[in-house]
């Protein structure tokens, strides 16, 4: 591994890659306020995640688990993108510009601040909480509500209703899956911030991308298991360093 980047280091690293697919997870959104789960501060710190994030329980205490995403919607509402999220939609509008050029958000958020801060290729691997799904025949739909309901509504088959994101033993959709794996594949350049590169499937993209040529470079105020192969990394947090980002290409 290289030694790590300065921020200001990291345009020279990023310019000329015309080709270039971006991997982000919670510590994104850290500095908008959005909690992350793992970390110092870290939501599971306090919670169990086989409490609240798994289909076996929702099955077992409804209203717990909707009370906990009522929750999240709240504070995830009264969040604003930070310049991390405001440079990634600036960078996919130069790179599209460019004769050829490709560009792809894979994101593990839910919170939706890279849609609203402008980006527009996003593929959410772990869905929305701005979605709910039935837990019975599947249908989806949006629903914006703050705050939600005090109970889960059913849907017309009288399933209950659930939040659309990708809970713990649960399996990634599989177009948002072929998506990505076919977006690392392809990518001159792979660019994963704010994520602890622990949570399966999405944890493989980087290695996709590497085993297909890809340069890998990470941003992450601490070491994760891709620091190892990564061909640069940043140790910053993600606004700090793609705040930076603005005069490429
Ligand atoms: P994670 O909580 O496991 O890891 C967060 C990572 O971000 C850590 O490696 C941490 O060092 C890093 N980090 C913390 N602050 C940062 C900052 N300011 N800048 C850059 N990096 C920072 O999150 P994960 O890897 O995304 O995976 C866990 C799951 O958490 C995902 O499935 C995702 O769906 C879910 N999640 C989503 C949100 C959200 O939508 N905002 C919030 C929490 C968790
Ligand atoms: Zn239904």
């Not at 839910?110 to 799904?133: K, P, Q, T, Y």
Request: overall charge negative.
């Amino acid at each position: 591994m290289n030694p790590p980047t300065e921020p200001g280091d990291l345009e020279a690293f990023l310019s000329g890659a015309k080709s270039i697919c971006v991997l982000t997870g919670a510590g994104v959104s850290q500095e908008s306020g959005v909690p992350t789960f793992r970390g110092a501060d870290g939501l599971w710190r306090k919670f169990r995640p086989e409490d609240l994030a798994t289909p076996e329980a929702f099955a077992r205490d409804p209203l717990l688990v909707w009370e906990w995403y009522a929750w999240r919607r709240e504070l995830i509402q009264r969040a604003q993108p930070n310049a991390a999220h405001l440079a990634l939609a600036d960078l996919e509008q130069r790179i599209t510009a460019l004769p050829g050029g490709q560009f792809t958000l894979l994101t593990q958020n839910v919170d939706g601040l890279h849609e609203r801060a402008g980006s527009r290729n996003v593929v959410r691997l772990h869905g929305s909480i701005w979605h709910l799904r039935c837990s019975r025949c599947g249908e989806e739909r949006e629903d914006r509500s703050v705050p939600l309901d005090p109970f889960p509504p059913r849907c017309e088959c009288s399933g209950l209703l659930r939040p659309g994101v990708v809970w713990f033993g649960e399996p990634l959709p599989e177009s948002e899956w072929s998506q990505a794996a076919r977006a690392a594949a392809e990518a001159a350049l792979f660019l994963v911030v704010g994520t602890s590169a622990l949570v399966q499937p999405a944890a493989s993209l980087p290695l996709i991308a590497k085993q297909n040529g890809a340069r890998l470079v990470e941003v992450n105020p601490v070491p994760t298991p891709l620091s190892e192969m990564a061909d640069c990394v940043v140790r910053s947090t993600a606004a700090e360093a793609l705040g930076k980002l603005r005069t490429i290409h």
